[in-house]
């Protein structure tokens, strides 16, 4: 099994920037795609960043593209979250998940499956992040 600790949650004020770091327990972290997710209060869980690691492309949301960047270390096997004009809808709790790439479409792809959550394997803790205005 693989072990995802997710960490660099904070409170920040709107217009601000945070970066949110994901470390696995792997020795072959450039086989895996790892996706950033968040869920804030009384809302459904949302991709919000994807990368697969053994190629380094990437996807986003709608809502992020243009403010939040995700990048990987492999030499690390820790992905990277920077999260720049924060606005207080980004509020939430934001959790990384990894899946095999073999089993997974690409970035761009995996963000048309419905319900993509369930493509994961293995979760971080989660970590907050709080957006004041």
């Known amino acids: 099994d693989v072990q995802l600790q997710a960490s660099g949650g904070g409170l920040v004020q709107a217009g601000g920037s945070l970066r949110l770091s994901c470390a696995a327990s792997?020795?072959?972290?450039?086989?895996?795609?790892i996706t950033w997710f968040r869920q804030a209060p009384g809302k459904e869980r949302e991709g919000v960043a994807c990368?697969?690691?053994?190629?380094?492309?990437?996807y986003y949301a709608d809502s992020v593209k243009g403010r939040f960047t995700i990048s990987s270390d492999n030499t690390q096997a820790t992905v990277y979250l920077q999260m720049d004009s924060l606005k207080p809808e980004d509020t939430a709790v934001y959790y990384c998940?990894?899946?095999?790439?073999?089993?997974?479409?690409?970035?761009?792809?995996?963000?048309?499956?419905?319900?993509?959550?369930?493509?994961?394997?293995?979760w971080g803790q989660g970590t907050l992040v709080t957006v004041s205005s």
């Open positions: 990368i697969r690691c053994g190629d380094h492309s990437t």
């Open positions: 998940a990894a899946a095999e790439s073999i089993s997974l479409p690409t970035p761009r792809l995996l963000f048309k499956v419905p319900n993509r959550a369930r493509s994961f394997d293995y």
């Open positions: 792997t020795t072959t972290f450039d086989h895996y795609t």
